[in-house]
């Protein structure tokens, strides 16, 4: 339990370094699929 959990600790620090790096362009991802999906009202 402890390896799974160390291994979870891991993955869950990268997901969120990765989810800051993102920050830079997520306002022009957010903006282009909240267009794509004003296009596509259904």
Same mark, same amino acid.
């Given at each position: 339990q &402890? &390896?799974?959990g160390n291994f979870? #600790?891991?993955l869950f620090s990268i997901a #969120?370094? +990765?989810a800051l790096e993102e920050e830079k362009w997520s306002d022009s991802k957010?903006?282009?699929l +909240?267009?794509?999906t004003s296009r596509h009202p259904s």
């Open positions: &402890v &390896v799974c979870f #600790v891991q #969120v370094s +990765l957010w903006e282009i +909240l267009h794509g």
